[in-house]
């Protein structure tokens, strides 16, 4: 793609651009390769009046995406997984799970707290760099307090030191072998967010805690109610 000048650049090697990808990225990451394409593309004929007579990247159709896949933990695998995390050498390991499904963090989020972010009093942490790029403050779980107080603070305020997206994987694929759980470190914001359904909270405050901006993203991804459920909801009500 980026050896393409702007009127060089067509549908098909979009479209090739896509397959190439799909050989080793997911329909949905690809799809917002495409999208980016997209929005560089309409900011060039719209803001720079650089005359294009259209955009192909618009013309291509966004590759089906997979739907959700429920990979929620189950109370059982997240027994397993707390007692297994003792055995493994990552010392910060344990307290990023509890962030993960007890306050639905984002790994990002986890990485780059401190521990001066942290409000014993108020049971609060301050989330300084996210994902949207806005600071929140979340609510934390008794235990994930005690979980964060276990750890060292590192020489520059941080509480977890993992260099490495890699060293951080391989970690956590440790501790799902020894687990015999085979869910991603980001099942863990889809247990919080279905948990905290069941539990009641509306999806306002959900995505105060997880830090979703849209809520059809948070309802589509992280809040599928399974049927156990809303049978036992019905049972109440009649």
Known sequence: ICKNSLAKLTVMKIKSFQKMLSETLNPSTINKYVS??????????????????????????RLKEPDWSGEVITEEEEKRLIENSYRSKAYWLRAALVLGIDCGM???????????????????????????????????????ITELFKLPVTPDGRLFNWTTSDQFKFYWKQLKHWSNVSKTFHSTRATFATRAAEAGWNHLDIAAQTGHKDLNVLKKHYAKLNGRYLASKLDNKL
């Open 36 to 61: 980016l394409i997209k929005m560089a593309l309409d900011y060039a004929i719209n803001d720079l009046d650089i005359y294009l007579p259209k955009n192909v990247a618009g013309q291509c159709k």
């Open 106 to 144: 984002r790994r990002s989020e986890i990485k780059n707290l401190r521990f001066a972010d942290i409000d014993r009093i108020n049971k609060t942490a301050t989330l300084r760099n996210t994902k949207n790029g806005d600071a929140r403050t979340v609510g934390l779980t008794p235990r994930a």
